[in-house]
């Protein structure tokens, strides 16, 4: 099979749809300030409530080709441009133009989903490889959303503790997802911190100065505000900032429907089981599938850490939620409808794979 790009891969130049949104309701403002929002939770949702699932798998020679294709990397460290571009677009919008408070609210909120799954999605998704660009990149991708930690607790602590009662990012059966923010939020920065502290001490290194990462990070994001701030106004650091959080709550948000419920065993000598295929929600909605890089496979991610995105594989024995990533979502913000539709499933997951 030929290494090229075939027309099957150029699907994942659709994942440009929230940049390019984002960019026209900047430029268009008004009702069209709204348009990412209206893109990721009215309109991918309809699409996926009308398309079917696609559960169907690479074949070796594809995933051989695939996995040496550049093409794949490159729409990645391409999100850095979109997102620093569009950050200094909006920067010089809302400095020299006026705006009413709801294209405001608008602004935010598109920009915020931009750099929840541009930013932080795709952050995830570089920093699970290795080397000195890759790393760079997914650091790059995490200053906007002010959660530079992440890489360090997601690598090193979620992967490691994910369906434990020990992960902070493994929302618990009958968590609503509103006290999960807190519980994933504050409890992820401190393991972040032992994380770093820990690796601190190997080295024979301070916890407090400039080889911590974390504290050097918190620099970094404070330089980043406060450069919107001098470059532009206060009102645009202000609307940083408040996009950087929404995409912290998008990327919350996804944790709690990948993870809810779901645990594994603990073994007679003290150690829970290895992480398997059927320890994390999955979606095979070809438009998530494709708007995330492929993290609705996220079982096979878990599983596989260091897998590309593009060779992700599905598993029959992997749970699946019923309804794609975004309305997934916003079925999680309203609990007793999450509940009675979930509950059931997670205890039906728990006969098959929990021993009591």
């Given at each position: 099979m030929s290494d090229g790009i075939t027309l099957r891969d150029l699907k994942y130049l659709v994942a440009y749809i929230i940049p390019i949104s984002t960019i026209t309701s900047i430029y268009l403002s008004g009702f069209w300030s709204f348009l990412t929002v209206v893109i990721t939770f009215i309109f991918i949702p309809l699409i996926e409530l009308f398309t079917r699932q696609d559960d169907t798998n690479l074949d070796e020679a594809e995933a051989e080709s695939k996995s040496i294709n550049p093409f794949f990397d490159i729409l990645l460290y391409g999100n850095v441009l979109w997102i620093y571009g569009i950050l200094a677009?909006?920067?010089?919008?809302?400095?020299?133009?006026?705006?009413?408070?709801?294209?405001?609210?608008?602004?935010?909120?598109?920009?915020?989903?931009?750099?929840?799954?541009?930013?932080?999605?795709?952050?995830?998704?570089?920093?699970?490889?290795?080397?000195?660009?890759?790393?760079?990149?997914?650091?790059?991708?995490?200053?906007?959303?002010?959660?530079?930690?992440?890489?360090?607790?997601?690598?090193?602590?979620?992967?490691?503790?994910?369906?434990?009662?020990?992960?902070?990012?493994?929302?618990?059966?009958?968590?609503?997802?509103?006290?999960?923010?807190?519980?994933?939020?504050?409890?992820?920065?401190?393991?972040?911190?032992?994380?770093?502290?820990?690796?601190?001490?190997?080295?024979?290194?301070?916890?407090?100065?400039?080889?911590?990462?974390?504290?050097?990070?918190?620099?970094?994001?404070?330089?980043?505000?406060?450069?919107?701030?001098?470059?532009?106004?206060?009102?645009?650091?202000?609307?940083?900032?408040?996009?950087?959080?929404?995409?912290?709550?998008?990327?919350?948000?996804?944790?709690?429907?990948e993870h809810y419920g779901l645990v594994r065993c603990l073994m007679p000598n003290g150690k829970y089981e290895l992480v398997q295929t059927h320890h994390s929600w999955n979606s095979d909605h070809e438009a998530g599938r494709i708007l995330l890089y492929e993290l609705t496979r996220h079982s096979d991610h878990h599983y596989k850490a260091n897998k590309k995105y593009q060779l992700l594989n599905h598993y029959d024995e992997s749970p699946q939620l019923p309804f794609g990533y975004p309305s997934s979502i916003l079925l999680a913000m309203v609990p007793p409808l999450w509940f009675k539709i979930m509950n059931p499933k997670v205890q039906e997951w728990r006969k098959i794979h929990l021993e009591y």
């Amino acid at each position: 099979m030929s290494d090229g790009i075939t027309l099957r891969d150029l699907k994942y130049l659709v994942a440009y749809i929230i940049p390019i949104s984002t960019i026209t309701s900047i430029y268009l403002s008004g009702f069209w300030s709204f348009l990412t929002v209206v893109i990721t939770f009215i309109f991918i949702p309809l699409i996926e409530l009308f398309t079917r699932q696609d559960d169907t798998n690479l074949d070796e020679a594809e995933a051989e080709s695939k996995s040496i294709n550049p093409f794949f990397d490159i729409l990645l460290y391409g999100n850095v441009l979109w997102i620093y571009g569009i950050l200094a677009f909006l920067g010089y919008m809302l400095t020299n133009h006026t705006y009413s408070f709801y294209e405001l609210v608008g602004l935010t909120l598109s920009t915020g989903i931009l750099l929840g799954s541009s930013g932080i999605n795709v952050a995830h998704e570089l920093g699970h490889k290795a080397g000195w660009l890759a790393q760079t990149a997914a650091k790059c991708l995490l200053l906007p959303n002010l959660y530079m930690h992440f890489t360090i607790e997601h690598n090193y602590g979620h992967h490691l503790r994910v369906a434990t009662p020990e992960d902070p990012a493994t929302s618990r059966y009958g968590e609503v997802i509103y006290s999960f923010y807190w519980r994933t939020i504050s409890q992820s920065w401190l393991s972040a911190w032992h994380i770093e502290s820990a690796r601190l001490r190997k080295i024979n290194k301070p916890s407090f100065g400039i080889h911590n990462r974390i504290l050097r990070y918190t620099g970094y994001q404070i330089i980043y505000l406060l450069s919107a701030y001098l470059i532009f106004s206060p009102l645009v650091a202000f609307v940083f900032f408040i996009a950087g959080v929404t995409g912290i709550f998008l990327l919350e948000s996804i944790n709690y429907i990948e993870h809810y419920g779901l645990v594994r065993c603990l073994m007679p000598n003290g150690k829970y089981e290895l992480v398997q295929t059927h320890h994390s929600w999955n979606s095979d909605h070809e438009a998530g599938r494709i708007l995330l890089y492929e993290l609705t496979r996220h079982s096979d991610h878990h599983y596989k850490a260091n897998k590309k995105y593009q060779l992700l594989n599905h598993y029959d024995e992997s749970p699946q939620l019923p309804f794609g990533y975004p309305s997934s979502i916003l079925l999680a913000m309203v609990p007793p409808l999450w509940f009675k539709i979930m509950n059931p499933k997670v205890q039906e997951w728990r006969k098959i794979h929990l021993e009591y």
